[in-house]
C-alpha cells in the first residue's frame, strides 16, 4: 500500500531570489535580515543566513536554529524574552541586536549581560499602515509607548552594558500597499532623527504583504522608489520573502456531495497548513493529476463543479479552500497550495488527531 501524498516542498532557490530582489531596491548600506518565524526549516535558514545580512529571531529556540544555520548576524525580537532568553542571547557567539521591549527588559538585560550587548528599542508609534495584524497604533503588547520612549532611551544610557544602537518598529503584517509602507519608513526614519539623532539603527521591521487569494502584489519597485538613501535602515521581513519558497500538496482520499456542497477530503488540512482557517480565506490550489489507480473499483470523480478541500481533522474547521471550480477532480489527485512557504507548517496544531506528518522535501523549485 503506498501513503497518499502529503507533504511540503521547499525551495531555498526562490526565497534566496527574494532575498536579492528586495536587496536590490533598498539603500545601499541598509539591512536585510529573515525573520526566522515565518519557516525556520535548516535549508531555508541556510539559505537566508547566506544571503541576507542577518537572521531575525523571537525566541531562544530561534536563536539556537539561527546559529546553526550559520547566521553572520542576529537581532533578537519579542515581548516576552526569558531571563535565559536574554542571557543567551547576550552571550551568543554571533553578534546580536536585542530588540527591547520595555523598560523592566532593559534592566533585566542590564543585569544578567557579562558583557556589553547592542540593543534598538522597539517602539510602538502608530504607523498609519493596514494589513492583516495591527502592531501599532492599537492597544497592543508590542514596545514601550511612545510618550515612555525618552526615559526609556534615557535609562539605556544610564544602565551598565547596554549600548543603545537604535529604534524598532515592526508595526504590521501582510501589508500589500508598497507606496504606503515606503511611507512609514520614510516617517519613520525622520521621526528617528528628532527622538535619537545619533542612531546608526533604524528598523523597521517586516510585514510586506502577500495576497494568497490573487488580486495584488506588493510592488518592490514602488516601495524602493519611495525609500530615501539612509544607509540606517533595516528591514526583517518574513512572509513576502519565503511565501512562494514553499507549496504543501495533499492527496484527495474521498469525495462526496453532502448538502449540495462537493467536498474533496485530503490527507492533510489545518493541521498542516492553518493559514486560511486562522485568516478565514480560500487558498486557491492546483489539481495534479495521478493517473495511477490501485483498485479495481470505479474511480470516484466530479466534473465541472465547485469543491470545497476539506482536511481529514474531524472538525467543519478543517477547510482549506470552499467552492472552487475544478474541471475534473478524482479520488487520488493532489490538490497543490501554492505560496505556503511562510506561516504555514510553522504555525499550525501538528500533532491534532495523532496523523502523521507531512514530508518536507527540498527541491530548487523556481
Ligand atoms: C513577525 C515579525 C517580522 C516579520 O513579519 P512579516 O509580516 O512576516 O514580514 C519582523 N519583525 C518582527 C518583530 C516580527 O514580529
Not at 542571547?89 to 550587548?117: D, F, G, K, M, T
Not at 449540495?260 to 490550489?285: E, M
Request: proline fraction near 7%; include cysteine.
Amino acid at each position: 500500500m503506498r501513503d497518499p501524498v502529503c507533504r511540503y516542498v521547499y525551495s531555498p532557490a526562490v526565497l534566496t531570489a527574494r532575498i536579492a530582489a528586495l536587496r536590490a531596491v533598498l539603500p545601499d548600506g541598509a539591512g536585510l535580515y529573515y525573520a526566522v518565524k515565518a519557516n525556520s526549516h535548516p535549508a531555508l535558514l541556510e539559505a537566508a543566513a547566506a544571503h541576507a545580512d542577518g537572521l531575525e529571531v523571537a525566541s531562544g529556540g530561534e536563536l539556537a536554529k539561527a546559529v546553526a544555520a550559520g547566521a553572520r548576524r542576529v537581532v533578537f525580537g519579542g515581548p516576552g524574552k526569558t531571563d535565559a532568553e536574554l542571557a543567551a542571547a547576550a552571550s551568543c557567539p554571533v553578534p546580536v541586536i536585542v530588540n527591547v521591549e520595555s523598560a523592566w527588559e532593559l534592566r533585566r538585560l542590564s543585569y544578567l549581560a557579562q558583557r556589553p550587548v547592542d540593543v534598538c528599542v522597539r517602539v510602538a508609534r502608530a504607523s498609519g499602515l493596514t494589513g492583516s495584524h495591527q502592531m501599532t497604533g492599537v492597544p497592543a503588547p508590542f514596545g514601550v509607548p511612545e510618550e515612555e520612549l525618552g526615559d526609556v532611551l534615557a535609562l539605556a544610557g544610564r544602565l551598565p552594558r547596554i549600548r543603545l544602537r537604535g529604534l524598532h518598529l515592526h508595526a504590521v503584517s501582510s501589508n500589500l500597499d508598497a507606496a504606503a509602507h515606503a511611507a512609514f519608513v520614510t516617517g519613520s526614519l525622520a521621526w528617528a532623527g528628532t527622538v535619537l539623532p545619533d542612531a546608526e539603527i533604524v528598523n523597521c521591521g517586516g510585514g510586506l504583504g502577500v495576497d494568497y487569494t490573487g488580486g495584488t502584489e506588493f510592488s518592490l519597485t514602488g516601495f524602493g522608489a519611495g525609500l530615501p538613501a539612509d544607509p540606517r535602515l533595516v528591514v526583517e521581513p518574513g512572509r513576502w520573502l519565503v511565501a512562494p519558497a514553499g507549496r504543501y500538496e495533499a492527496e484527495v482520499l474521498d469525495l462526496k456531495k453532502n448538502g449540495g456542497v462537493w467536498f474533496a477530503v485530503l490527507r492533510g488540512g489545518t493541521h498542516h497548513f492553518r493559514l486560511p482557517a486562522a485568516w478565514g480565506y480560500s487558498h486557491p490550489f492546483t489539481v495534479r493529476r495521478q493517473d495511477a489507480w490501485p483498485y479495481p473499483m470505479a474511480r470516484p470523480v466530479v466534473r465541472d463543479a465547485a469543491v470545497t478541500a476539506a482536511g481529514e481533522l474531524c472538525t467543519p474547521r478543517d477547510v482549506l479552500c470552499r467552492d472552487q471550480h475544478v474541471d475534473e477532480l478524482r479520488v487520488g489527485d493532489v490538490l497543490v497550495f501554492a505560496l505556503a512557504g511562510a506561516y504555514g507548517l510553522e504555525v499550525s496544531h501538528h500533532d491534532f488527531l495523532s496523523h502523521p506528518k507531512p514530508g518536507i522535501a527540498v527541491e530548487h523549485f523556481a
